[in-house]
């Protein structure tokens, strides 16, 4: 067999000849403008229990795996402020024992939500970071099937943990599932509704792996979802809302960067479907979904 898709989570990977590995996409970052990168950085470091680092890129922070890190940009201007209405809603961290990492963030001075079961989605809890971007804490399993492990106390969190989702939002969904689904190859793993508050979830990721149920509405694919070590890119869908696209300058979310294997062909696909991007210099592209969240896509 020449040419053989194989089994890896978080991204879509190919054998060529049987020997030779490539990834070919990934949702790899998410980008945030803030005034004082290095010192949210060490925030994300102590608190939270990220690993950083100063590259050219800006201050990189991440954890072990596959997951999706953050790259915080320095940057003047306006503080940023989280809104409802945002295209941006937040990132959630994925772990076994919420209310132990809420116990040791609370330690270190920073306000959580009390965790609860939010109906037959997760249990979870929220807080924000100290620039005011939104993070959510979600369980690898609902309340009730929640067995307690034995903590780690070299980890920030008392446990391992992962960026499990990005989350935007979109006022048209079959608009967002052809951008990112039929255009930018993501694969659609489950779909929840939220019927009582307004809007339905949706996750997309790039892997080969396929939920537990085919249906992929299902609670059954739900705490196999929160467990995957690959981060998924959740869109909250409110039917009709009027997004804010983001703010080009100022502090703020300046987008997500997907990582490819092959650029050019992400561009052709963009161009067929009539999106317009920008490319530049150093060959990546910059393009914005239907909504206005800006997504990067360079070279892995």
Known sequence: ??????????????????????????????????????QLAKWYKDVLGMKTENS???????????????????SAGAKYTSSRSSVYWKIGLALKDVNLARSKIMAANTSVSTASQFKDIGFLCHLRDPSDFSIELLQHTFESNFVAANPEPSL????PCNIGQITTRAADIQRSLKFYKDTLGMKLLSIQAVTEYGFTLYFLAYTDEEPPNPDLNSVNNREWLWQRAYTTLEIQHIPGA????????????????????????????????????????????????PDGMVVFIASN
């Open 156 to 159: 920030a969190l008392g446990q």
């Open 56 to 74: 050219t890129k800006g201050w990189e922070c991440t954890y072990e795996g596959e997951g999706c890190g953050l790259i915080l940009l320095e």
């Open 1 to 38: 067999e020449i040419f053989k898709t194989l089994q890896f989570p978080g991204c879509v990977i190919f054998s060529f000849y049987k020997n030779t590995v490539y990834v070919r996409m990934k949702l790899s970052w998410l980008k945030l403008r803030v005034e004082g990168a290095e």
């Open 242 to 289: 009027k997004m804010e696209p983001l703010a080009k300058t100022g502090q703020g979310v300046a987008g997500i960067q997907i990582t490819a294997e092959n650029v050019d062909e992400i561009k052709e696909k963009l161009t067929v479907a009539k999106y317009s991007f920008n490319a530049k210099d150093d060959g990546s592209l910059e393009a914005v979904d």
